[in-house]
């Protein structure tokens, strides 16, 4: 089956129509700022609770918990490489779409939402994040039977210009 792929601007927090939606997380899986904090702040003190016993995660790796007040099914909490500190950097932000994807494949949903991964306080540049994000998404759709939609959401303009030519989506 063809999987939708598309980019928007936007809040990761305010996608109701999502199954799930992915959190740039930290390795101990607790609020933080950008997208964690956002993250945890809907979803409300539960949510650390829920991913205490998970925690800590490597860079690359993908765990999932319940959304609490998030107006999802699913979190996916994935962390992304510190740009140029966890290396290879490419490879490890890499893993983390592909993790993610196949993580929420093998829980069966079908709609999945993704922030950009490292590009706030891990400095990942977005240009370079946009073409590894695109390489790993394209060449992991074939893997999935049950993803059906993959939505990029950005926070600017610039960011969604930037993964809407690197994703070849508009
Ligand atoms: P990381 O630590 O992985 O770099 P950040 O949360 O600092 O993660 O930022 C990742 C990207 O998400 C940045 O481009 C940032 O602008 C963007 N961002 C921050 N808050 C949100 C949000 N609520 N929804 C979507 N994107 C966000």
């Known amino acids: 089956m063809k999987v939708k792929l598309e980019c928007v601007k936007g809040d990761i927090t305010d996608q109701p129509d999502l199954d799930v939606i992915v ?4 390795a101990e899986l607790r609020t933080g700022g950008g997208v964690a904090g956002a993250i945890h702040r809907v979803a409300g003190p539960e949510l650390e609770e829920a991913c205490r016993p998970m925690a800590p995660i490597k860079p690359g790796q993908a765990v999932v918990s319940p959304a609490f007040n998030l107006p999802n099914r699913k979190v996916i909490h994935c962390l992304g ?11 490890l932000l890499a893993e983390c779409y592909k993790n993610s994807l196949l993580l929420a494949d093998k829980e069966q949903l079908a709609a999945i939402g993704f922030p950009a991964i490292s ?3 891990f ?6 994040a946009a073409e ?8 992991t759709l074939s893997q999935l039977s049950q993803v059906q939609l993959v939505r990029m959401v950005l926070f600017s303009d610039r960011d969604l ?4 030519k690197a994703l070849g989506v508009v």
């Open 23 to 26: 959190n740039a997380a930290n």
């Open 81 to 91: 490489p510190v740009y140029n500190i966890d290396k290879p950097s490419d490879q």
């Open 119 to 121: 590009t706030g306080a």
């Open 123 to 128: 400095g990942y540049p977005l240009q370079e």
């Open 132 to 139: 590894v994000t695109a390489d790993a998404i394209h060449s």
């Open 161 to 164: 210009n930037v993964f809407q």
